[in-house]
């Protein structure tokens, strides 16, 4: 068998129809697999066991990024996003990072970490010294929960102590549970592991405990992603390829040194990865907070990415962060379109889906920062951004292309001139 290439050249120029088919020939899809890529997925009828007082389903445009090769593999990237442009930049990027070598990356072992909040302590010292001498009977316990994922090869690892003499509520001893949840985000493993050690911890330490819960702030679970672009790849405009380079290096070093401008840097790098941990049906609201509390964990939140010119003379990048995803369990194993996505991503763990994540991180935030640095990023978005104006005016899908060519045409990507040429349009 051939091996499979994430290069689909022209694809954007197919139809839906034909988009969809190439997809499912690359990812082996049956024929219900790929009604539910075309939007036949969640029925109000499922949807109503997944969450309270449903009255129907919400819809968002499900796009494949291409291009991505990682660790010598390639990757099609579904991709659940609102925002025009997106899909087609991060495309772009990967293919300049493949031509580079493709991407690198790595993952730590899945570790999360469980709190539990203990109060009411004479000494916070003693308190830690007495779970310490009680470690083993704390992480046997810990493991008396979840006999599955002890065989799956997961269960607890550790713990630790976190005194915090100054709280507003008063002294406090925060309790750190470390535990491998394998293929799991693992929150419903955290908390019925910390909830089942609490009991021990008061009555060890004669302290009051309050909160038991995961911590999304997942710094034991990283993963990396790392490419390489051959500076005379990057020539656009008026700009040489390493003058380009150096540009993409100079907004890097911006971001790290600002955290007004760190903020936005960061926002580019979750447009990409929130599209796919929404896609294949992950929690993306924890990975939106662990991605900002880890751009904070020095005391000054900054850049998640090192962009920089190598001995080469060619642009490198770099990014780590936390990435609690599961591939088993919760809506990923549910909603019948987030099934599909995993499919067509092909991967065979969480870790794995980790790597693609912190690629795909590290490919939007270079696709955002090259066009910052160069045209602007108003030139290419705003051509995409010019079909929904059309669409928000009132245009017929039929008249979207020919409406959109016009408002870019007169430079007048607005509303009000949509709304004229959808008046006048036969």
């Given at each position: ?50 969450i309270e007082n449903v009255v129907g389903t919400y819809a968002l445009p499900l796009g494949i990024a291409a291009n991505f090769q990682i660790n010598g593999r390639d990757y099609l990237i579904p991709m659940v996003v609102e925002e025009p442009s997106v899909v087609a930049a991060i495309s772009h990027a990967a293919k300049l990072i493949r031509e580079g070598g493709g991407f690198q990356a790595e993952v730590t072992a899945p570790v999360m970490i469980g709190q539990i909040q203990v109060l009411d302590l004479p000494d916070l010292e003693a308190a830690s010294a007495t779970l310490e001498a009680h470690r083993e009977e704390l992480l046997e316990q810990a493991n008396c929960c979840d006999p599955l994922m002890l065989r799956l090869g997961g269960g607890a690892r550790g713990i630790s102590f976190r005194p915090l003499p100054e709280t507003p509520a008063g ?256």
């Amino acid at each position: 068998m051939a091996e499979k290439s994430s290069r689909l050249a022209g694809f954007y120029k197919l139809s839906i129809e034909e988009r969809a088919q190439t997809v499912a020939e690359w990812a082996g899809l049956d024929e219900a697999e790929k009604a539910a890529l075309m939007g036949e997925g969640l029925t109000p009828e499922q949807a109503n066991h997944m969450i309270e007082n449903v009255v129907g389903t919400y819809a968002l445009p499900l796009g494949i990024a291409a291009n991505f090769q990682i660790n010598g593999r390639d990757y099609l990237i579904p991709m659940v996003v609102e925002e025009p442009s997106v899909v087609a930049a991060i495309s772009h990027a990967a293919k300049l990072i493949r031509e580079g070598g493709g991407f690198q990356a790595e993952v730590t072992a899945p570790v999360m970490i469980g709190q539990i909040q203990v109060l009411d302590l004479p000494d916070l010292e003693a308190a830690s010294a007495t779970l310490e001498a009680h470690r083993e009977e704390l992480l046997e316990q810990a493991n008396c929960c979840d006999p599955l994922m002890l065989r799956l090869g997961g269960g607890a690892r550790g713990i630790s102590f976190r005194p915090l003499p100054e709280t507003p509520a008063g002294p406090m001893l925060v309790v750190h549970l470390h535990y491998d949840v394998r293929d799991a985000m693992g929150a419903n493993t955290i908390n019925t592991a910390v909830e089942a050690i609490a009991p021990m911890v008061a009555e060890l330490t004669g302290g009051r405990t309050n909160l038991r819960i995961l911590s999304n702030l997942a710094d034991q679970r990283l993963a990396t992603a790392r490419g390489v672009v051959p500076a005379e790849l990057l020539a656009r405009g008026e700009f040489t390829g390493p003058e380009a380079a150096q540009r993409i290096a100079e907004a890097n070093a911006f971001a790290v040194a600002d955290p007004y401008r760190a903020a936005t840097h960061n926002k580019g790098i979750m447009n990409g990865i929130d599209a796919v941990v929404i896609a294949t049906g992950n929690d993306w609201r924890a990975i939106e907070a662990g991605a900002h509390a880890y751009a904070a964990r020095t005391g000054r939140y900054s850049a998640l990415t090192d962009w920089h010119v190598n001995e080469n003379g060619d642009l490198a990048g770099e990014l780590t962060l936390p990435m609690a995803v599961g591939t088993v369990g919760g809506a990923t194993r549910v909603h019948p379109t987030a099934q599909v996505a995993l499919k067509i991503l092909g991967v065979g763990s969480a870790q794995e889906l980790a790597m693609v994540l912190a690629c795909v991180g590290l490919a939007q935030n270079l696709a955002a920062i090259y066009a910052l640095s160069t045209v602007g990023i108003q030139k290419g978005h705003m051509r995409l951004h010019a079909r929904q104006v059309a669409l928000a005016a009132g245009a017929r899908p039929e008249q979207v292309e020919a409406i959109a060519s016009q408002l870019i045409a007169e430079g007048k990507i607005l509303l009000t001139r949509a709304e004229e040429l959808v008046r006048e349009a036969p």
